[in-house]
């Protein structure tokens, strides 16, 4: 199993739609989880950290965290063109040294 | 929010000479870089882990003395390809922790390309 597994998509969403991404980890003493937008041939860049249960909005983004399920998603509310871009979990990993442990990542398309 | 700068943006080089990447913390301490090598299409690998003061710690299967780290101040860590080769041609890219959280901000990345 790996330690943190993502849908790779691509996930298509017309201009407007709520876009959800999920993400499963595997060491449960993961504490510290982290949303990335990688742009082509470009950089991450930090969405947003989420380190309790729950929800967690910034704008039109939301984390969320479910510990006992293993889980955590972004909700991208009324997407647009250009939130098109790959989108990476990153779970901070005691198992693994406390390095963040990154998924492969997720496609999003969001069609005009 | 925290900035990372890297440098150059973008290198090329014949085989066999060495090529040294620039990463800095420019609006915040970090005790902590990493870097990172990125292949087209691929997830982001973890290299090493570099402390300032102290020597890099590298993952499995990243070679200590092709990958040189150095980590002299808490604002500036550089890796050097040494006798770079057209498979060390790649998107590296350095990130780093701000001290008081586990969160890792990005630099922009550096696209290498060895002849």
């Known amino acids: 199993q790996k330690e943190v597994e993502q849908n790779s998509g691509p996930l298509s969403v017309p201009e407007g739609a709520i876009a959800s991404l999920n993400c499963t980890y595997s060491?449960?003493?993961?504490?510290?989880f982290f949303w990335y937008r990688q742009y082509s041939g470009k950089s991450p860049e930090l969405i947003m950290s989420?380190?309790?249960?729950g929800d967690k909005e910034d704008g039109r983004f939301t984390a969320q965290l479910n510990k006992a399920s293993q889980y955590v998603s972004l909700l991208i509310r009324d997407s647009q063109p250009s939130d098109s871009a790959t989108y990476l979990c990153?779970?901070?990993?005691?198992?693994?040294?406390?390095?963040?442990?990154f998924g492969a990542g997720t496609i999003l398309r969001v069609k005009s | 929010g925290a900035v990372v700068s890297q440098h150059p943006s973008r290198v090329i080089c014949k085989s066999g000479t060495s090529v040294k990447i620039e990463c800095r913390s420019l609006d915040f301490q970090a005790t902590t870089m990493f870097w990172y090598r990125q292949f087209p299409k691929k997830s982001l690998m973890l290299m090493a882990t570099s402390n300032e003061g102290s020597k890099a710690t590298y993952e499995q299967g990243v070679e200590k003395d092709k990958f040189l780290i150095n980590h002299a101040s808490l604002t500036l860590s550089t890796l050097t390809v040494t006798s770079a080769h057209p498979e060390d041609s790649s998107f590296y890219i350095c990130?780093?922790?701000?001290?008081?959280?586990?969160?890792?901000?990005f630099g922009p990345g550096t696209r290498l390309t060895v002849l």
């Open positions: 989420i380190y309790s249960n």
């Open positions: 990153a779970v901070n990993s005691p198992e693994y040294g406390n390095k963040l442990v």
């Open positions: 990130s780093a922790a701000d001290g008081g959280t586990d969160t890792q901000y």
């Open positions: 060491d449960r003493g993961s504490q510290s």
